[in-house]
């Protein structure tokens, strides 16, 4: 019997997960008498960064009582590590299944629903989970239930401003990600960069495969900022138009066309599922945004970014350029220059930016 050194009570059943920072165990709880998952970090030396995700994660978890996700018990220290531990949802992550199986259109659209309004109490309670792909949820098939996991990077925020980041250090699964949860949108994340990482997984869910399938992380961003995803007919001929056009409006590129709810996607998910007639199925019909929000377009700017732009467009062909943005404080200037950044990607460019006095 292994059981872990200053925790005596938990017998080690089975490793789960051993990532380059994240280490989760079935084991069996003699205090409880039951089977838990432990989730530890497997940093050797204490890491201020991982460990503050299990302790968030345990706090998240803890105010929480939504169905299709496991709740957080306790949380214990080992060797000044936080061991959280977590009840035990039955069943495999959603890649491991679709890697031996097909689903079929009824359960895609049973699972969607379920997917939707877990997603509509996560953002209820103010809650992105910013990381929403198949390795992070659970399929029980007996039942056909799931459960969402993973809240170590969850924000309890209305929205996160993310800044441009190194493609190694972003928080989320690159294959899923949204655009503007890259940094490179000039964009704040909200409860719309969940919607599209969950359509990103519908495309999954029916094609059996993640719509990018670059392993460059740089191609990967390039792809979710720049690239239409292919049609899912492409790889299957049975789903209908309906769907189709949900995974549009999810993974659309401005978070101002995609569904700005999930109660709105729910709705549609269940036109879908009593085999609403694709000519009459318009997406959206019922989706209300939930809370005041201000578009985060720039306005008034079109001449001196159209300036920027072609500044950039001639420097890319080989021409050095320098352009100085100057004006008085709080006038938009950081914006404007980080509105540059689509373009920059686009062309798989680099942006720096700075300011001073």
Same mark, same amino acid.
């Given at each position: 019997?292994?059981?872990?050194?200053?925790?005596?009570?938990?017998?080690?059943?089975?490793?789960?997960?051993? @990532?380059?920072?994240?280490?989760?165990?079935?084991?069996?709880?003699?205090?409880?008498?039951? !089977?838990?998952?432990?989730?530890?970090?497997?940093?050797?030396?204490?890491?201020?960064?991982?460990?503050?995700?299990?302790?968030?994660?345990? /706090?998240?978890?803890?105010?929480?009582?939504?169905?299709?996700?496991?709740?957080?018990?306790?949380?214990?220290?080992?060797?000044?590590?936080?061991?959280?531990?977590?009840?035990?949802?039955?069943?495999?992550?959603?890649?491991?299944?679709?890697?031996?199986?097909?689903?079929?259109?009824?359960?895609?659209?049973?699972?969607?629903?379920?997917?939707?309004?877990?997603?509509?109490?996560?953002? %209820?309670?103010?809650?992105?989970?910013?990381?929403?792909?198949?390795?992070?949820?659970?399929?029980?098939?007996?039942?056909?239930?799931?459960?969402?996991?993973?809240? @170590?990077?969850?924000?309890?925020?209305?929205?996160?401003? =993310?800044?441009?980041?190194?493609?190694?250090?972003?928080?989320?699964?690159?294959?899923?990600?949204?655009?503007?949860?890259?940094?490179?949108?000039?964009?704040?994340?909200?409860?719309?960069?969940?919607?599209?990482?969950?359509?990103?997984? &519908?495309?999954?869910?029916?094609?059996? /495969?993640?719509?990018?399938?670059?392993?460059?992380?740089?191609?990967?961003?390039? %792809?979710?900022?720049?690239?239409?995803?292919?049609?899912?007919?492409?790889?299957?001929?049975?789903?209908?138009?309906?769907?189709?056009?949900?995974?549009?409006?999810?993974?659309?590129?401005?978070?101002?066309?995609?569904?700005?709810?999930?109660? @709105? =996607?729910?709705?549609?998910?269940?036109?879908?599922? %009593?085999?609403?007639?694709?000519?009459? &199925?318009?997406?959206?019909?019922?989706?209300? !945004?939930?809370?005041?929000?201000?578009?985060?377009?720039?306005?008034?700017?079109?001449?001196?970014?159209?300036?920027?732009?072609?500044? &950039?467009? /001639?420097?890319?062909?080989?021409?050095?350029?320098?352009?100085?943005?100057?004006?008085?404080?709080?006038?938009?200037?950081?914006?404007?220059?980080?509105?540059?950044?689509?373009?920059?990607?686009?062309?798989?460019? &680099?942006?720096?930016? @700075?300011?001073?006095?």
């Amino acid at each position: 019997m292994k059981t872990l050194e200053h925790l005596p009570q938990f017998e080690i059943l089975d490793t789960l997960h051993h @990532g380059e920072s994240t280490l989760i165990h079935k084991v069996y709880d003699s205090t409880l008498q039951k !089977e838990v998952i432990l989730k530890t970090t497997t940093s050797k030396s204490y890491n201020i960064k991982e460990v503050a995700r299990i302790k968030s994660e345990f /706090q998240l978890l803890s105010k929480l009582n939504i169905p299709n996700v496991r709740k957080a018990i306790n949380l214990h220290t080992q060797n000044e590590l936080p061991v959280l531990v977590l009840e035990n949802a039955q069943g495999i992550t959603l890649s491991k299944y679709l890697g031996d199986n097909e689903l079929a259109v009824d359960t895609f659209l049973d699972l969607a629903i379920q997917l939707g309004e877990t997603l509509a109490e996560f953002h %209820a309670n103010n809650i992105i989970h910013k990381d929403i792909n198949p390795n992070n949820i659970i399929y029980n098939p007996g039942n056909q239930q799931v459960n969402i996991i993973d809240f @170590g990077i969850s924000s309890q925020l209305h929205y996160d401003r =993310l800044n441009t980041y190194n493609s190694n250090q972003l928080e989320g699964t690159l294959p899923y990600i949204s655009p503007e949860q890259t940094g490179r949108m000039n964009r704040a994340t909200d409860n719309r960069t969940d919607l599209y990482s969950l359509g990103i997984t &519908f495309f999954h869910m029916l094609a059996n /495969q993640p719509p990018f399938g670059s392993k460059d992380p740089l191609e990967l961003i390039h %792809a979710h900022i720049t690239q239409e995803l292919p049609r899912i007919k492409t790889f299957r001929i049975d789903v209908p138009n309906s769907i189709q056009k949900i995974i549009d409006k999810l993974t659309s590129k401005n978070v101002e066309a995609r569904y700005q709810s999930a109660i @709105g =996607l729910v709705h549609d998910l269940k036109k879908c599922k %009593a085999g609403i007639e694709n000519g009459e &199925f318009v997406p959206g019909e019922r989706d209300v !945004e939930m809370r005041f929000r201000i578009p985060e377009k720039l306005y008034g700017r079109s001449r001196e970014l159209a300036i920027l732009d072609h500044a &950039f467009e /001639q420097s890319s062909k080989g021409e050095n350029i320098l352009l100085l943005v100057g004006g008085a404080a709080g006038t938009g200037k950081s914006v404007l220059v980080r509105e540059l950044q689509k373009s920059v990607v686009a062309k798989k460019g &680099f942006f720096i930016s @700075g300011k001073f006095d």
